[in-house]
Every structure is written in structure tokens, then in C-alpha cells.
């Protein structure tokens, strides 16, 4: 067994530096280019980052971490678990992904505590596997062709398995997966492969003593295939627990822990072991301690036969490289690290991160918010808010944004760059409200939104209009396929100068009769998806963007807005991978947006939003946020969360309309999840609504899928009309 090398990275981002991946998918999709563009432009992006890691002095490069799509794809494409329903499609791959014009996409959900999401496998009785390992061994092979020796990155089998969408049933299948994982293991054997990565980050949650045994049994039977590379297995996002010492007993060569996130404890169960020490956060933006990672590395040096030096992570979940944001302060710039940035501190810490002064540890500041209103129970709000709105049974709405336009995209670039009057395009904006507005009066929506098209994001957008926030220029992260956010940097107080919102709901609420929601996102989610200051305790930098929003919901409310959505799609998501600190967050961050949303009136209903991140697994917190209307995620899960649903107290709008993918659901299938709907919840709490917002969408497919969930509405108003006459 050769040494592992002294430094590397778990991954790195694959999107392009300058988004060349998405460029290149959505032109693969609209059919503008073919597949052998868009794998040209994939080896590019895999052979500059070689080149750039090499140049940078790292000593073992990763392969196999680019994805078209998303790596749990890959892996089920590798295991050969692709759905018979997707095999005669075109582009079987992508059918999985998006969907074809009769298939629904694969369902999309969180991964981890991240917001990346991630396809879910289909694994059951009937899923025949087989290895289809071209994908791994073309990239080890093209690495070869430049000169680089990589060590492949393959999602492991337990992960695999307990993220399918029947996590207890897939790992009845075990077996015929680790055949697969013994075949894939002679394979790279056979090409000389010295490292093979298994990536393992399901073992940092609570796991039960039959997943236990199920991934001793796993490790000690690929550890004993007779030819084969060493085994590095790589853990991320927590700490190991109960699984650490089980792990350590298989014959695998290397372990890969994460203290960043985990904890310095139980390491003497390593002995012997190879340890890949992640001690750069792939996750933050914040430059490394040099004392806090050398205190870890030598903590892991009494313990371990030999100690690399590594990212907690991958670094998907950060932006390319700090020296891209000139726009930035300077004082601010110099804390940061992004990709490139963290590489060279590993680096350097792989020749020098042993020596160092023990870290000083000093408490963070705490701080008491102060008290707020509280809002009247629920049935005083709901009844003040009937009399007051009026709607009709099975009210239809959208989750906020509409299409956004190229024109429109094309004319924010260019006020930002000084070439296009900002009064120009503020007339832009105030021309796609009213056509927004329009078209929802024509399809016959009855709560109507502004559409948004003056956002560019729903966090960066108001991190722009907050104090305590920068933004970047170039620093895209991916969140699924081709889609890609700006995380804003929160690195100070937080304060609201002057009203955000307000101007473009009040033109909205003059353009029509009907009600017009107020858009805003939640603290939750506002600092979940931005990158966030390591001084402060989350809590008390959430709280302080509640009281920010708090400010907005009484501005709109006074601005005659009698419907306000705060949206938390990451309240579920931020939730910690153990129970043991889950109902502490839950706590604190049920309180948080109850703040937020404290001042308004009980005629004002608050409408929240969540979407792909398992929310049934927290229902008692939705509830507790005490929002009038909870519109959340359900076409694509194939309304799993109608299971949990029964004794939900408050109005509930279950998604009807996937929007993450091309296709228009037919008037049938939406009256289907509708009759679903309406036999778990009595109709008067029931909303319609699609999964999401329509920003990734063209007004073509929003307009035909719209136009089938009024219909599909009207027949199921016109069948409760009729029984409620009998």
C-alpha cells in the first residue's frame, strides 16, 4: 500500500469559475447545443482544476467529484439504479434529473444541513444493479492524459442506500450493492489506482444498531476484496459518534474526519489508522485559525500511524476564489478564504500546521433581545381575516416570483454597471408587475404576488438593502444542476436603513382589485443560505435579522397589504444532523420567526413557505411558527407530506406543480394530488399552489401549468359546492 500524500481537498467546485457548466447544460437543454459540447466543456472545467491544485502545491488530487448534474445521480447511474420508467428516454440521466413531457423528475432534496440539493435514488426489490463504472475511469483517465495521478470519489454504499427514498428497504439490498462496489474496486485495481475515496457523510448522524452493523458489514467485506486500492472512507458535516470506533475495527487504510464540525474526542480508536484531518472549513468563507487546526492535527498526531492534512468538506459549498470580488473592503477581503484560498492554507498546514500556541478561547458575546408583541391566538386571526379577505374555498396562489426574463436580467447588469438609468429601469420592473399582475387576473388566480422581478435572489437581494451585509461579484455557488446563488457575507450587525419591499407591492396592490402578497424571506433562511460571522452565536445573529424583517412586515402592512408571506425553506435544513441538539435549534429558531412576524394585525394573514428539505420531519415546528398559511413542497415528493399533515392546525397549501422541472403537469395529475389533498385536510384550511417560486421557468410552461391547476380547481370547488347544496 502506498502512503497516502500529506495534503489534499475532499472536493472542489465544479461549476466553472465563471458558470461555464450552467451556460453549457441550459444550452444542452434548450437544444441550442449538442452533448459533445457540453462534455467538452465538462473536461475543460476537470482538467483547469487539476491544473490549478497542482499548481498550488497540492499533493493528492481528487477525481470523479465533477457532476453534470448532481454526484448521488452519478452514483445511482454508476450502480446502475436508473428507474425503468427513465430507461427509453433520451437523455436517460437528465430525464432523472428534470423530467421528460410524460415522466416526472426523481424527487430533489436537502443535502445534509446544506443548501445543495441532491436527486433521490429509487432503490427497492425490483432495482437490478449493475456496474456501469465508464464515468470514473474516463476521468482517471483523462487526468492521466494531463499528467496527474487522482484518487476517484465515489459517494459510499450506506450513504447511498439511507438517501434513497426508502432508506429501511434499501438496505435489504446491500449485498447486491457491495458486489457492485467489489467490481467498481477491481476496476480501478486493474488501472493502477493506489486511493479510492468512499464518501460516507451519512455516519455523522444518529444511526441505529442495525445501520451500524450494517456498515461494519460493508467495510469489512470491501476491505477484504483481495486486489484492490487502499480504502480511504471520508466522514463530513459532524462528527463520527458510535460510528467511529465501528469504522475503525474494518480493514479499511484511511479515515477521514471533520474537525471543523466535529469534535477532538474518541480519537484513540484510530490507532494504526491513516487519519485525514479536515481542518479547513469547506463549507465557510472565514480564513483558517492557524492555532485552532494545528491544536486539532496534533490531537489527531497522538493517535494516528500518519495524519493528512485536508478540507472538513468538500469545497462545493464555497465560491472560487476571493481575488475575484475587487469590489469587496478590503478589511473584509483579508479575513475571507474561498476555494483557492483554502487549498493554500492546507497546504501550508500540511508543511508547517503541527507547531503553533494553543488556541485562547474566549466566550462569545451574548446578548438578550428585547421583548416583542405577540400575535392573537390562531381562531381570532382566522375569523378577523375571513370577514376581512373574503376568498374562496380552495384559494389559488404562487409562491412569489414569476418568470425572470433575460431583458430583465440584461437591464439589472446594466444599471450595476452604469449604463443603464436607474429611472429606466425602474420602469422596466414596474411594466413586468403589470404584466405579471395580468396574467394571473386572466388565468384567475385569487392571491395574486408582484412576481419579483427587481430580485436577483431571494437572500442577496435584501442582504443589499441591510446593513452588516456584503455581497459578491463572482462568488456563484451550486444548488443543484445548473442552478447557482451568491450566499451574501454577513460579517457585522444587522440593521434595516429604510423600507425594501414596500414600493413594488404597493404599485402591485394599484394595478388590481384582487389581494397582492407582500414577499419577504425569514431570518432563518436569510442566514442559513448566506455565509455568516463565527463571532457571534447563530441565534443571536438571526434574531437580529428578525427584528429587520419585523420592520418590513409593518411597513407593508401600513402600505395596505393585508396578506404578507415571510418564507423559511431552510428552516428544516439549518436542523442538526443528531437529535441532540435538534429541539434546542427548533427552539430558537420557531422563535426567531414568530419575532419577525409579531407585529402584525389579526386581519394581516401570514402566509410561510418551505420546499425540498423533508419538512413532515419537523411538522410540529411549522406549526409552531404560527403562520396563518404554510405553502410547502409536495408534487415532487408525490405528496409525502400529506402522511403528517392530519393534525395540522392552520391553513396548508401542499405544492400541486413542480417547478423544478420543464414539464407542464396535466389538469389530471393536479386534480389527482388535489382529491389527495382534500382526503387528509378539510378543504376550508387547504390553499393551492405550486412546489415553488416560477423564476426558473419560461412564461410558456407557467402559463399552460397555471392555467391546468385553476382548472383543476374549478371542477373540485364546483364537486364541494354541489355536496354542501345536498
Avoid at 436527486?119 to 494531463?146: C, S, Y
Wanted: glycine fraction near 8%; charged fraction near 25%; hydrophobic fraction near 40%.
Amino acid at each position: 500500500m502506498s502512503r497516502f500524500p500529506q495534503s489534499t481537498v475532499l472536493g472542489y467546485p465544479r461549476i466553472g469559475p465563471r458558470r461555464e457548466l450552467k451556460r453549457a447544460l441550459e444550452s444542452y437543454w434548450d437544444g441550442r447545443t449538442g452533448r459533445d459540447e457540453l462534455d467538452r466543456v465538462g473536461a475543460a472545467i476537470r482538467a483547469d482544476t487539476w491544473r490549478r491544485l497542482d499548481e498550488l502545491g497540492l499533493a493528492a488530487l481528487p477525481s470523479n467529484t465533477f457532476s453534470l448534474y448532481d454526484q448521488v445521480l452519478d452514483t445511482a447511474v454508476l450502480l446502475g439504479a436508473v428507474p425503468e420508467r427513465y430507461r427509453d428516454a433520451a437523455d436517460p440521466y437528465f430525464a432523472m434529473a428534470r423530467g421528460t413531457d410524460g415522466v416526472a423528475p426523481l424527487r430533489m432534496t436537502k443535502w445534509f444541513d446544506t443548501n445543495y440539493h441532491y436527486i433521490v435514488p429509487e432503490v427497492g426489490p425490483e432495482t437490478v444493479f449493475k456496474l456501469d463504472a465508464a464515468k470514473p475511469l474516463a476521468e482517471l483517465r483523462q487526468a492521466r492524459e494531463l499528467g496527474f495521478e487522482t484518487r476517484p470519489v465515489v459517494i459510499g454504499p450506506i450513504t447511498f442506500l439511507l438517501l434513497s427514498a426508502d432508506p429501511a428497504a434499501a438496505l435489504d439490498r446491500l449485498d447486491d450493492v457491495l458486489a457492485c462496489y467489489e467490481e467498481l474496486l477491481g476496476a480501478l485495481a486493474a488501472e493502477g489506482v493506489a486511493w479510492v475515496q468512499l464518501d460516507e457523510p451519512a455516519l455523522v448522524a444518529d444511526r441505529s444498531p442495525a445501520e451500524l452493523a450494517a456498515v461494519r458489514a460493508a467495510y469489512e467485506r470491501l476491505g477484504g476484496v483481495a486486489a484492490r486500492p487502499a480504502l480511504f472512507v471520508a466522514s463530513y458535516f459532524g462528527h463520527l459518534g458510535e460510528a467511529l470506533p465501528v469504522l475503525a475495527d474494518t480493514p479499511v487504510e484511511a479515515i477521514g474526519v471533520d474537525l471543523v464540525n466535529g469534535e477532538v474526542d474518541g480519537l484513540a480508536a484510530l490507532a494504526g489508522k491513516t487519519v485525514v484531518a479536515g481542518v479547513v472549513s469547506g463549507r465557510e468563507v472565514w480564513r483558517t485559525a492557524p492555532e485552532r487546526a494545528a491544536h486539532a492535527l496534533r490531537a489527531v498526531r497522538d493517535h494516528a500511524a500518519h495524519v493528512v492534512v485536508s478540507t472538513s468538506c468538500s469545497l462545493l459549498h464555497v465560491p472560487y476564489d476571493v481575488r475575484d470580488e475587487p469590489d469587496l473592503d478590503p478589511e473584509l477581503t483579508a479575513r475571507l478564504a474561498f476555494a483557492e484560498q483554502k487549498v493554500a492554507e492546507v497546504v501550508e498546514l500540511a508543511r508547517t500546521g503541527f507547531d503553533g500556541p494553543e488556541p485562547v478561547t474566549r466566550p462569545a458575546p451574548q446578548s438578550r433581545p428585547e421583548p416583542v408583541e405577540q400575535r392573537s391566538p390562531y381562531e381570532v386571526r382566522a375569523a378577523a381575516q375571513a370577514a376581512h379577505l373574503r376568498l374562496p374555498v380552495l384559494p389559488i396562489t404562487t409562491i412569489g416570483s414569476f418568470p425572470q426574463t433575460g431583458e430583465l436580467r440584461q437591464a439589472r447588469a446594466a444599471t450595476a454597471a452604469g449604463t443603464l438609468a436607474t429611472e429606466d429601469y425602474e420602469r422596466l420592473v414596474e411594466a413586468e408587475i403589470e404584466r405579471v399582475v395580468r396574467l394571473q387576473e386572466r388565468l384567475g388566480l385569487d392571491v395574486l404576488v408582484h412576481g419579483e422581478p427587481e430580485r436577483n435572489d431571494m437572500v442577496q437581494y435584501f442582504a443589499e438593502h441591510l446593513d452588516g451585509f456584503a455581497v459578491t461579484r463572482n462568488g456563484w455557488v451550486q444548488s443543484y444542476g445548473s442552478r447557482c446563488t451568491k450566499p451574501p457575507i454577513l460579517h457585522g450587525d444587522v440593521a434595516r436603513p429604510e423600507p425594501i419591499t414596500v414600493r413594488w407591492a404597493r404599485h402591485a396592490g394599484s394595478l388590481t382589485g384582487k389581494p397582492v402578497k407582500g414577499m419577504l424571506t425569514g431570518p432563518v433562511t436569510i442566514v442559513a443560505w448566506s455565509f455568516v460571522r463565527d463571532d457571534l452565536p447563530l441565534r443571536e445573529v438571526t434574531f437580529q435579522v428578525a427584528d429587520a424583517v419585523r420592520e418590513e412586515v409593518r411597513d407593508l402592512e401600513a402600505a395596505g397589504l393585508s396578506i404578507i408571506q415571510v418564507d423559511e425553506p431552510a428552516l428544516r435544513e439549518l436542523l442538526p444532523l443528531r437529535r441532540a441538539g435538534q429541539a434546542g435549534y427548533l427552539d430558537w429558531a420557531v422563535a426567531a420567526y414568530r419575532r419577525a412576524t409579531s407585529g402584525a394585525g389579526d386581519s394581516t394573514q401570514i402566509h410561510t413557505h418551505l420546499c425540498y428539505s423533508d419538512a413532515g420531519e419537523i411538522l410540529a415546528a411549522i406549526d409552531g411558527l404560527d403562520a396563518d398559511v404554510t405553502t410547502i413542497e409536495s408534487a415532487r415528493s408525490g405528496a409525502r407530506i400529506l402522511e403528517a399533515v392530519g393534525s395540522f392546525g392552520r391553513g396548508l397549501g401542499p405544492g400541486v406543480y413542480d417547478i423544478h422541472s420543464p414539464r407542464v403537469p396535466s389538469g389530471e395529475e393536479v386534480e389527482g394530488l388535489l382529491r389527495r389533498t382534500l382526503a387528509a385536510l378539510p378543504a376550508e384550511r387547504v390553499w393551492v399552489n405550486p412546489d415553488c417560486g416560477l423564476k426558473t421557468r419560461t412564461y410558456e410552461q407557467v402559463e399552460a401549468a397555471l392555467a391546468n391547476v385553476v382548472a383543476a380547481t374549478g371542477r373540485l370547488r364546483a364537486e364541494l359546492t354541489s355536496r354542501s347544496a345536498r
